[in-house]
DNA sequence: CGGTTGTTTCGGCCGCACCCGAAGCGTTGG
DNA sequence: CCAACGCTTCGGGTGCGGCCGAAACAACCG
């Protein structure tokens, strides 16, 4: 039969532990090395070096030369989407990690997702928006209302969509630990820059996980609450 | 680091060549034994029966014995949803298929996914009723309005969700052949049991393809249109 | 220019897991 | 009740793919 697209060769990449284990590390929105990856995925070097090289071919990551270092990085958002997505299946199927510690938690509250927030602090954001009527959920793309580029851009959010790229400004993307929608696209991404530009978060050294000046807090809780 | 759920364990088991036409094959929503599911991948029984049970014991299958049957269906919708977003990057990203060929082409105008219409045409009853204010998407969920119940009910769909479930009504399914939203959930459901009850469309065999009928066309372009 | 560091390519080892043949259960039907 | 059928479990073969050591490339640095 073997009907509609190819499912097997993408999920058989993601099967992969040490691959897996980069394509996580690279949820961070950063760009990263060979070598780092090859530390993150517990791997040496040549061996994350073909791990890469399978993943950029099949169009997950995008390489990126530089000085005598090689960056790597999610390819972009639709690859970081289907991620979420089956992290949110594992989360939900997965037997539960055995000790889920602090750091689960910490995940849970404010992480980054690609380029934007995730998590209960952006799903705070998320709904805010959309219930001030700031942000208008059309039947497929959404709209930032004039009201609700006033009140960002007076936040020092920058809502101008950069004209070059295709990309939707406002995107929903599902998060898989509040299993709920929170903002994507171009807009998701300028919230996120322009939190931590302002000192209201600052992002954890090796991780996914944001946290949250007290400043931020009180902007986040004065903003962006009921 | 390993932060966040473990992607690796289901990645890996869609990720088997037998294990993801099974899984395909299951999306049409209909119960399949597993000696259909073994010819389907190409795999004597005895080998289906193993992927079978890596894929239960994992949550993406269930099992249900009937006589000397056994019977295996996706487990619920949000798996389904998951696989549509790999079909999605697999579209995306995958090489084009050899030839697309006209089944290729059929699947994009109408098919299952799981238990609700996908495709173009779903994408069209989603698109109407959004537009005409049947279907109210708020910030997370959608709603259906008391006209849209009365516009549905007209057309013979049951709008009465079963209280039993704790499923969504509404719910927005990626489409990955249209890359819009389509009408998913309990509604969703009700949509194509009515479609196919009526007559408006008719179910391939041995394929998640939806063929509409004059009939059923006539109702579409009448009811869905504008 | 050697030396150092970061990355990739090549070859070969090794283990996992996919696969099937044979045999064991449970169900149906004559 | 025995035969047929469907499915599962068990055991062994085998091939693919991940892994590393060694070596080649490339870029900065003295």
């Not at 996980?209 to 931020?216: E, I, L, S, Y």
């Amino acid at each position: 039969m073997r009907e509609g697209p190819d499912i097997t060769r993408i999920a058989a990449l993601i099967g992969d532990p040490a691959r897996a284990a980069i394509l996580q590390a690279l949820m961070s929105g950063k760009a990263l090395t060979a070598g780092e990856l090859a530390i993150e995925a517990g791997v040496t070097p040549q061996t994350a070096s073909g791990h890469l090289r399978m993943l950029s071919e099949a169009g997950l990551t995008a390489p990126r030369a530089q000085g005598r270092h090689r960056y790597y990085a999610i390819r972009d958002a639709e690859v970081a989407e289907t991620l979420e997505a089956l992290s949110g299946l594992a989360a939900a199927k997965g037997h539960l990690r055995t000790r889920t510690g602090p750091r689960d938690a910490e995940l849970r509250a404010a992480r980054v997702c690609y380029d934007h927030l995730a998590g209960a602090r952006a799903v705070q954001i998320y709904d805010h928006l959309a219930r001030s009527g700031y942000l208008l959920v059309d039947s497929d793309a959404m709209t930032l209302s004039v009201d609700g580029a006033a009140f960002l851009t007076d936040l020092g959010v920058d809502t101008a969509r950069p004209p070059t790229s295709r990309r939707p400004l406002c995107r929903a993307c599902l998060d898989w630990s509040e299993r709920r929608s929170h903002l994507g696209g171009a807009l998701g991404a300028a919230i996120l820059t322009r939190f931590l530009e302002a000192g209201w978060a600052r992002r954890a050294e090796a991780s996914r996980h944001v946290r949250f000046t007290p400043a931020g807090t009180r902007v986040l809780d004065a903003a962006f609450t009921g």
